[in-house]
């Protein structure tokens, strides 16, 4: 299948600092996708991204779909208590594969007050 | 509320016995996606329907599970004989089939599954 590999694993941060995760691919993909997941839930759907090169804001969040088509960051500016939880990056392929999605391994964002 | 919605939200069953899941999508969508994710890792995919039909399926998806979408609308998802190594969060998503809505899956809450 294909890899997505997403980093840093974990972030410890204190309150009010900006937050950057990465996540890169081993095959190029069409569409970026970034999720949020907290303890027992779902993920929830927070950014989507659909043309290389393309920046994309959702309130502090910011996301950019990289030039290569292979990698994709999340931004998310002066964070919060709530921010606390795991990202995940999503990507979607082509041909056959376009149902599905290729999640990455999560970020752990704890936030400090 | 009108987010996807996934039944029961825990199941504990003992090893060897049969299991059954169900989703209830968001109405206006017609795909419907079954994931799996264990502790520590992303979401994998299972398998998704575009109305009544199974579009694609994963390896994952061994001969003990099998998902259907009987009339377009949930979909619900059974294991056979179950293993301790089924034990994960089983997840339904749902999107549209057309438009940039076809990218955007929806997650239900998830049905956690232990298997003792």
């Known amino acids: 299948g294909q890899q997505l590999n997403q980093s840093p694993q974990s972030m410890f941060i204190q309150e009010g600092e900006d937050v950057s995760m990465n996540c890169t691919s081993s095959s190029i993909f069409n569409t970026w996708l970034w999720y949020k997941q907290e303890p027992g839930e779902g993920p929830v759907l927070l950014i989507a991204l659909y043309k290389a090169g393309e920046l994309t804001s959702n309130g502090r969040l910011t996301a950019q779909f990289g030039i290569t088509r292979k990698d994709s960051f999340l931004n998310i500016s002066a964070s919060i208590p709530s921010d606390v939880g795991i990202y995940f990056c999503a990507g979607q392929g082509r041909g056959s594969t376009l149902g599905r999605l290729y999640f990455g391994r999560g970020t752990q964002l704890t936030v400090w007050p | 509320d009108t987010g996807v919605s996934q039944d029961p939200r825990h199941k504990i069953t003992k090893r060897g016995q049969n299991v059954t899941f169900r989703c209830d999508p968001i109405s206006e969508h017609n795909r419907l996606y079954w994931y799996r994710q264990t502790l520590g890792q992303g979401p994998e995919f299972l398998t998704y329907?575009?109305?009544?039909?199974?579009?694609?399926k994963s390896r994952l998806l061994s001969d003990r599970f099998s998902a259907e979408r009987p009339k377009g609308s949930f979909s619900t998802l059974e294991i056979q004989r179950t293993e301790q190594g089924d034990s994960a969060m089983y997840l339904c998503?749902?999107?549209?089939?057309?438009?940039?809505?076809?990218?955007?899956?929806?997650f239900g809450p998830g049905t956690r599954l232990t298997v003792t």
């Open positions: 998503a749902s999107s549209l089939a057309g438009g940039s809505g076809l990218y955007e899956q929806y």
């Open positions: 329907f575009q109305n009544e039909a199974q579009l694609e």
